[in-house]
C-alpha cells in the first residue's frame, strides 16, 4: 500500500507569492491534517480535514487555508507569502478521526 | 485547546544507558498518547501510543507511562542504542477526535 505522498517536495518562492501544496492520502484514509514544522517550534497543527470538511484548525492567519476532495487528496495554500513562512510542511493521514497518524515526507517551502 | 510540554529539549546518553523524556498535557478529556520518532530529515513515525484506560506499555525496550491523575506521560527507552538518535514527539488528544496536539519534541543524542 503507498504511504502519504506529498508534492512538490521542495520549492522557492518569493516574498508576495503564493504556493500550493498537495497530499495524497493512504488509500482508504479519510482525514488528512497539516502540520507546519520549523526548527525550535515542533509541529505546529495547520487544520484537519475529514470527508471534505474541515474539522479543526489552529491558530495560523487567513493566508494559510485548504481543502480536502471527494478522492480525500487535499491541498493548502498560503497566500502573500512572508519570510516566517519558510518551514517543512507536513501532511498526515489517518483510517478516520481516531486513527494513527501517517505523515507524508513533507514539502519544504523556502522563502526568500 | 489543549496544551503539551515536553522535555527535555536535549537529552544525550550513553549507548546502553537509558532515556526518559516526559510530557505533561492540559486537557484532562485527553484520552490518546502518542509517541512519535523523527530521524533526521525523515518523517515523523509512530513508536507506541497509550490510551486512558492502562497505565502502563511497553514494547520491547520502549515504554510508555501514563498518570492521569497528574496529567503526565512519559517515554522510556531502555538499552539504547546510536540509531535511537533522533527527535521524539509526545502527543495527545482528546475522544471527541480533536486535533492531536504535540509537544515541543525531545532531540535525544546516544553517544558510542
Known amino acids: 500500500k503507498a504511504g502519504v505522498t506529498q508534492t512538490p517536495r521542495y520549492l522557492i518562492k518569493t516574498r508576495g507569492q503564493q504556493v500550493t501544496l498537495s497530499c495524497s492520502p493512504i488509500s482508504g484514509h479519510r482525514s488528512v491534517s497539516w502540520y507546519q514544522q520549523t526548527p525550535g517550534q515542533g509541529l505546529q497543527f495547520l487544520f484537519e480535514y475529514f470527508s471534505e470538511t474541515q474539522r479543526n484548525k489552529g ?4 493566508r494559510f487555508s485548504g481543502r480536502q476532495f471527494s478522492n480525500s487528496r487535499s491541498e493548502m495554500n498560503v497566500s502573500t507569502l512572508e519570510l516566517g513562512d519558510s518551514a517543512l510542511y507536513l501532511c498526515a493521514s489517518s483510517l478516520d478521526i481516531s486513527g494513527e497518524l501517517f505523515f507524508g515526507e513533507g514539502s519544504r517551502l523556502t522563502v526568500l | 485547546g489543549e496544551n503539551v510540554e515536553q522535555h527535555p529539549s536535549t537529552l544525550s546518553v550513553q549507548e546502553g ?10 486537557d484532562s478529556a485527553s484520552n490518546y498518547f502518542p509517541w512519535y520518532k523523527q530521524e533526521l530529515g525523515k518523517r515523523p513515525q509512530l513508536i507506541i501510543d497509550i490510551r486512558s484506560n492502562v497505565g502502563e506499555k511497553k514494547d520491547q525496550r520502549i515504554a510508555v507511562t501514563l498518570n492521569k491523575t497528574a496529567k503526565h506521560f512519559s517515554l522510556h527507552i531502555t538499552e539504547t542504542q546510536p540509531e535511537d538518535s533522533a527527535v521524539y514527539f509526545c502527543a495527545a488528544r482528546d475522544n471527541a477526535g480533536n486535533m492531536l496536539t504535540f509537544g515541543g519534541g525531545t532531540r535525544l543524542m546516544v553517544k558510542p
Open chain 1, 59 to 62: 491558530n495560523f492567519p487567513g
Open chain 2, 17 to 26: 544507558d537509558s532515556a526518559v523524556i516526559k510530557c505533561t498535557y492540559s
